[in-house]
């Protein structure tokens, strides 16, 4: 009787080890610079969808990387979630992420919205475009990002500082398509048009072209999206420049799988379904994005603003010229 119990309590064990054992792998552990109001949601309907268990953590971009090296083998990340192409060129530049050979990303992600060796993938696209006051401007004034620096424009452009990722990666991307020497032209007259020191964010150059102190603005397009939803009446409106040349500046939010990934598999496959349809338009309606998936349609409100052509020169470039744009804008005097 003893060695039937005895028996009896190993098989016991066994399957409950075996039942942690699997509630453990049916879980993804994610790392987000993505704000919760907007990732959460996307969480929620996978598990549904699932029944695949998403635990996450959010902090700012720089800490999370910090927080991935200093844990290294031992971190519980297997996904890395955050803004700007600059941030995930980082993290991969850092060792911190590993590849991904997936048909699925290959077929829904286009290959100037992900790394070059499938270390990150772009899941929303935000757009850096020119935004202008329209009782003060006629589309027609405008044409190019390069076009801003007209003496036409002395005293009537507000910007962002040059301490925001986003314009940095913005002049990063000027330099992969311009050139050092042409970009820091460009971005010099820039800074002798400004109407006004620049900005600490998007709404604030928005406010002050309403208000009158400037006539236009480069910002997110999904800043814009907020604004006007708040009150429709503003006098603003966006404009898509250089559609006859390289088109618009874009970046992405996007994932890349941890180096140290624990549940690989199940991390994977949530990667591959943020890029299906559902989960595009979950991923970029939340925030007033466009889908990175080209098949997916952006939110009605998002395509209200009209189509654009964009930059496809691959958004790694916005880390990899990071270092440089920075010096740049330093030595135009772009603060």
């Known amino acids: 009787m003893s060695r039937i119990r005895f028996a009896?309590?190993?098989?016991?064990?066994?399957?409950?080890?075996?039942?942690?054992?699997?509630?453990?792998?049916?879980?993804?552990v994610v790392y987000s610079a993505r704000k919760e109001h907007l990732i959460k949601p996307l969480f929620d309907a996978y598990t549904k969808e699932t029944g695949v268990k998403v635990t996450f953590i959010t902090d700012k971009a720089g800490v999370l990387v910090q927080k991935l090296k200093a844990e290294g083998k031992n971190t519980a990340a297997d996904l890395f979630i955050t803004v700007d192409a600059g941030n995930l060129w980082f993290a991969a530049k850092n060792g911190l992420l590993q590849p991904v050979e997936s048909k699925v990303l290959q077929e829904n992600i286009p290959p100037h919205l992900r790394d070059p060796q499938n270390l990150w993938f772009g899941l929303s696209v935000r757009a850096r475009t020119i935004v202008?006051?329209?009782?003060?401007?006629?589309?027609?004034?405008?044409?190019?990002?390069?076009?801003?620096?007209?003496?036409?424009?002395?005293g009537r452009l507000c910007l962002r500082t040059s301490g925001k990722v986003y314009n940095q990666s913005m002049v990063a991307m000027f330099i992969a398509e311009l050139g050092e020497e042409k970009t820091e032209l460009v971005i010099s007259s820039w800074v002798k048009n400004l109407a006004a020191a620049p900005f600490s964010n998007d709404t604030k150059v928005m406010k002050t072209i309403v208000a009158g102190q400037c006539d236009v603005g480069i910002v997110n397009t999904y800043y814009y999206g907020r604004l006007v939803k708040k009150d429709p009446s503003l006098p603003l409106?966006?404009?898509w420049p250089n559609q006859d040349g390289s088109g618009v500046?874009?970046?992405?939010?996007?994932?890349?799988?941890?180096?140290?990934?624990?549940?690989?598999?199940?991390?994977?496959?949530?990667?591959?379904?943020f890029s299906t349809e559902k989960a595009q338009n979950l991923f970029a309606d939340t925030n007033m994005e466009y889908p990175a998936n080209p098949k997916v349609k952006p939110h009605p409100t998002v395509t209200g603003w009209g189509s654009f052509k964009q930059n496809m020169i691959n958004v790694a470039k916005a880390g990899e010229l990071q270092v440089t744009a920075v010096k740049l804008m330093d030595r135009v005097g772009y603060k």
């Open 8 to 28: 009896l309590g190993l098989i016991t064990a066994f399957l409950s080890l075996s039942i942690v054992s699997l509630a453990f792998a049916e879980e993804v």
């Open 132 to 154: 202008y006051n329209t009782d003060k401007v006629m589309p027609l004034d405008l044409t190019t990002y390069e076009d801003l620096g007209n003496p036409k424009w002395k």
């Open 237 to 239: 409106a966006l404009f």
């Open 249 to 273: 500046h874009v970046n992405v939010s996007g994932a890349g799988l941890t180096k140290y990934a624990k549940h690989k598999k199940e991390a994977i496959k949530l990667l591959e379904w």
